[in-house]
């Protein structure tokens, strides 16, 4: 029996036109031309979106379910994205919202290598929330973002991360600010015995990630951070592929880009990829997710999901210490 893929779609359409419409995306997100046009009996039967049900949610907006063919996406995460939302990403009245990946898929993407446990591990904390943040601003030096990592290991934290806006820049070169921060975090951990995970941030295109990781492992570097959308899909999956002992942080950077549902694509997704924890814009913060969003992200990151490990939810977008008790409760 065929594998399909079945994918969820909000739409706004008026219930008169709401078949057609459906019909319309089944055949943009797997052939993209007229049925009647293909001679092939094979394409039409197995190729061809079919729309397997239509659902009013609410007045002026469906919720439509297709099938897509497995054989369509390969093994290829790009391509995955690609035929979930590629053409229908640029119609102004589509959502993506869901999909239910076949398990062989789910299988060979693998998901997260280290997972909640393995993050726990690195640090030695296992009854308690993990703790985090970035270095910032922008346009500091790598003695000053040292000096920074510093302070924040004296503070308590677990796990401290390059800003995602960090990369290669003239003023803090990947290279010297990796050096200066583990030496920073050395000293401190030589005066106060407490082991802080340093996580830099790779850019650029594969090879220069490769180069980077290379760099970050050859001075015992385990962790790292990854902005799947800007990084792109198939180079994340080839990252953590290539690198099985690396736990890798997620990103959402440009993952608002495109309508697919946050909880779809960072809780979802981004796990089935790799993504040992998932970086999220907390409700109340300075973006925009609600509660229920955040919710359900956090489950989907962690639910039962082909065998995969569970990955972290890490909600953040300026968060203070005053909103630790409610966030603990929430999550």
Do not use: W
């Amino acid at each position: 029996m065929q594998q399909r893929l079945h994918v969820i779609y909000h739409v706004h359409s008026e219930a008169r036109t709401i078949e057609a419409r459906a019909r319309a995306i089944a055949v943009e997100q797997s052939v993209e031309m007229p049925i009647a046009a293909i001679e092939d009996g094979l394409v039409r039967s197995q190729i061809v979106g079919e729309v397997e049900a239509i659902r009013e949610q609410t007045v002026g907006l469906f919720e439509v379910r297709i099938g897509l063919a497995q054989e369509t996406v390969g093994q290829d995460p790009g391509q995955l994205l690609n035929m979930l939302f590629g053409n229908s990403s640029l119609q102004p009245d589509v959502v993506l919202h869901d999909v239910d990946l076949p398990p062989e898929l789910i299988k060979f993407f693998a998901g997260p290598r280290q997972g909640i446990d393995g993050l726990r591990r690195r640090v030695g904390a296992y009854s308690r929330a993990l703790t985090c943040s970035a270095l910032k601003p922008q346009g500091l030096s790598p003695q000053g973002l040292a000096e920074l990592a510093s302070r924040f290991a004296l503070g308590g934290l677990d796990y401290i991360k390059d800003d995602h806006g960090l990369a290669d820049q003239v003023y803090s070169p990947f290279k010297s600010r990796l050096e200066a921060v583990v030496e920073a975090l050395a000293r401190n951990r030589l005066q106060h015995g407490r082991s802080v995970r340093y996580v830099p941030s790779l850019s650029g295109d594969l090879d220069s990630m490769r180069d980077q990781v290379a760099i970050a492992t050859a001075v015992g570097l385990d962790t790292v951070m990854v902005a799947p959308m800007i990084a792109g899909l198939s180079n994340f999956h080839r990252l953590v592929r290539e690198n099985p002992d690396l736990a890798f942080l997620a990103h959402p950077g440009m993952a608002g880009a495109a309508r697919i549902a946050p909880a779809l694509l960072l809780g979802k997704l981004f796990r089935i990829l790799g993504a040992d924890a998932v970086v999220f814009p907390n409700y109340g913060g300075r973006f925009g997710y609600t509660l229920d969003t955040c919710r359900l992200l956090a489950r989907r990151a962690r639910e039962e999901q082909g065998g995969l490990q569970p990955a972290l939810p890490v909600p953040a977008g300026g968060m203070t210490t005053a909103r630790v008790p409610e966030m603990l409760d929430f999550y």
